[in-house]
T-cell receptor
Framework: SQKIEQNSEALNIQEGKTATLTCNYT??????LQWYRQDPGRGPVFLLL?????KEKRKERLKVTFDTTLKQSLFHITASQPADSATYLC???????????FGTGTKLQVIP | DVKVTQSSRYLVKRTGEKVFLECVQD?????MFWYRQDPGLGLRLIYF???????EKGDIPEGYSVSREKKERFSLILESASTNQTSMYLC???????????FGPGTRLLVL
């Protein structure tokens, strides 16, 4: 069956360090993968999209990699700040009608 | 600025009541989605609509119905609310041909 795995354990890192979050998937062949940020009690907000033919994408302090052989995406936040504390969700193209399937998210806590 | 609004942020209902959750988007998007989000389970797709009066079942449609009479409005209906429908409900919209979903703020529903 299709599965998306994100580290369910919260990730605590020191301010200024690089946070790395992982998204693994099985039995998908996504055309693209997305990362969203979700704050408590709020809806997810889109951050980055990476396509199957792209290895890496950057946006300011954010970097996403996509390895279709390993079936894995890594999401990096460099020079992390307490304001980066949130839950980060990965989402895979589920095929048709712009549907995506979401992972359960990883909660990031950046400690001052 | 794009906007998806949901009729209520918090809702408390009794078992057996009929519940209406409304979602409105101002971006002229063709596609709209209803998800529920539960701890450890992530976002799960209930229903989606790719056009006015069109609807498709998502992964967990049981106990729910939807209505899309106007392009900007997508309603989720719980015909007879049950305690296992206590959850966070999120609406999203997306333009055909694009990949980014725009989410509303969510409705936290408690069924007693």
């Amino acid at each position: 069956s299709q599965k998306i795995e994100q580290n369910s354990e919260a990730l605590n890192i020191q301010e200024g360090k690089t946070a790395t979050l992982t998204c693994n998937y099985t039995n998908y062949s996504p055309a693209y993968l997305q990362w969203y940020r979700q704050d408590p009690g709020r809806g997810p907000v889109f951050l980055l999209l990476i396509r199957e033919n792209e290895k890496e994408k950057r946006k300011e302090r954010l970097k996403v990699t996509f390895d279709t052989t390993l079936k894995q995406s890594l999401f990096h936040i460099t020079a992390s700040q307490p304001a980066d504390s949130a839950t980060y969700l990965c989402a895979l193209d589920a095929g048709g009608y712009q549907k995506v399937t979401f992972g359960t998210g990883t909660k990031l806590q950046v400690i001052p | 600025d794009v906007k998806v609004t949901q009729s209520s942020r918090y809702l408390v209902k009794r078992t057996g009541e009929k519940v209406f959750l409304e979602c409105v988007q101002d971006m002229d998007h063709e596609n709209m989605f209803w998800y529920r989000q539960d701890p450890g389970l992530g976002l799960r797709l209930i229903y989606f609509s790719y056009d006015v009066k069109m609807k498709e079942k998502g992964d967990i449609p049981e106990g729910y119905s939807v209505s899309r009479e106007k392009k900007e409005r997508f309603s989720l209906i719980l015909e007879s609310a049950s305690t296992n429908q206590t959850s966070m409900y999120l609406c999203a919209s997306i333009q055909t041909g694009r990949e980014t979903q725009y989410f509303g703020p969510g409705t936290r529903l408690l069924v007693l």
